[in-house]
């Protein structure tokens, strides 16, 4: 009776495989089945049947010697041991069905192998003897190496888990950078142009005024007219830094007017392609205009082109600009820091960015942005 305790241990193990519990009413009930049919399924037979091998130990649990009623009861044990495999079959092949593909690959070798040997005992059982006896004693020997590679690949699925949780964290971490950097820079350029520009150009009124009252020719209106011209420029160099920090026309009136007043200050003549559309997502807008800008800054820093082109479409799910020229070439995304800055950017919103820049033969950077990730209001 004791030598079935190894199905029902085997058959414990296998069903509450990986974590060691069990965790449903179900896998229970099955559990507490194994160890009733194991090793007494056939206990009954013992009750009535005799041996007919002279040399075979004595039968203590015999009543009486009734082979007709051992035979149905032996029957009766192998149909027990059928109907506990169905069942634990159809559990495992629901079980099976219901997890990922990585728990999957957890479960095959622990399922194929447990089912297996469950079968060939259960045919043995059902009166095949040795025939199937010893392939379920092979089998048997190799569940405890079906468990290992079952453990190794729940191990190595848990590491996966854990390292995409991570990735997912840096991704969501860098795009959170990337926000606060831009919601940074609009709060600057808002400060910028409601403070110290608005006073500038209060003051500049006031020294027109005073101009106006100075006397013609007179030093003290010569003094005014430097002043004026000084403060201009004083003007016209915070509005740059505001524009460059983060311009207001993108936050008031979108991507595309921005990337015009873009190509109207920069050096070289740019042609535009940049049909009007609805409005981006902000980090979407911010990442394609700055990748822009800095292509048109490179244009006048280094290439020596006489014309350059900003492309911006539209497509399913995703925004793209690419900003061409026909400059010297030559640029190399790993020697500036503006290139790798973009980069950096553009990813933290799962975007690409590419330069192609073989030498002579012109320059172009083209990103291209996701937008089904973002609303509106992120």
């Known amino acids: 009776m004791t ?18 519990r069990l965790w449903e009413r179900r896998d229970r009930v099955l559990v507490i089945a194994g160890y009733v049919i ?13 041996s007919d091998d002279a040399d075979a130990p004595r039968n203590v649990l015999l009543i009486a010697d009734e082979p007709g009623l051992a035979s149905v009861l032996t029957a009766l044990g192998a149909a027990s041991y059928a109907v506990l495999f169905a069942f634990v079959a159809r559990r495992a092949l629901r079980r099976w069905r219901a997890t990922g593909p990585f728990e999957r690959m957890q479960l095959t070798p622990v399922y194929v192998f447990s089912l297996l040997t469950f079968l060939l005992v259960t045919i043995a059982q059902a009166g095949a003897g040795d025939a199937a006896f010893w392939p379920a004693f092979i089998s048997t020997a190799l569940m405890p190496f079906a468990y290992l590679a079952g453990l190794l690949r729940s191990h190595v699925t848990h590491l996966d888990h854990e390292l995409q949780e991570h990735i997912d964290e840096l991704r969501a971490s860098r795009a959170r950078v990337v926000e606060a950097a831009d919601t940074a820079r609009r709060r600057i350029e808002r400060d910028l142009h409601d403070g110290a520009q608005s006073r500038l150009v209060a003051l500049a009124l006031t020294l027109r005024s005073a101009r106006l ?6 030093e003290v209106a010569d003094l005014l007219d430097r002043s004026i ?16 920090i983060h311009p207001a026309v993108l936050t008031e009136r979108g991507l595309e007017p921005a990337l015009e007043s873009l190509a109207g200050r920069a050096p070289v003549p740019v042609t535009l392609n940049v049909p009007r559309g ?7 807008e911010s990442a394609a205009y700055f990748v822009a800008s800095e292509a048109l800054a490179n244009v006048a820093k280094y290439s020596r082109a006489s014309q350059a082109t900003v492309t911006l479409a539209r497509g ?4 793209t600009v690419e900003v061409a020229d026909d400059g010297v070439g030559g640029a190399d995304a790993g020697r500036g820091s503006g290139l790798r800055g973009l980069e950096d950017r553009v990813a933290a919103l799962d975007g690409t960015l590419e330069l192609e820049s073989p030498p002579g033969r012109g320059t172009r950077l083209r990103a291209q942005i996701p937008v089904r990730r973002f609303r509106r209001d992120d």
């Open 38 to 50: 194991f090793p007494l399924a056939f206990v009954p037979a013992l009750l009535f049947g005799a």
């Open 229 to 244: 011209a000084e403060l201009q420029t004083s003007l016209k160099e915070l509005r740059d830094l505001a524009r460059g």
């Open 316 to 319: 399913a799910g995703h925004v």
């Open 278 to 284: 609805d409005r981006l997502p902000e980090p979407v």
């Open 3 to 20: 030598g079935g305790l190894w199905g029902s241990l085997f058959l414990h193990i296998g069903l509450s495989f990986p974590t060691g």
């Open 213 to 218: 009252k100075a006397d013609p020719g007179s």
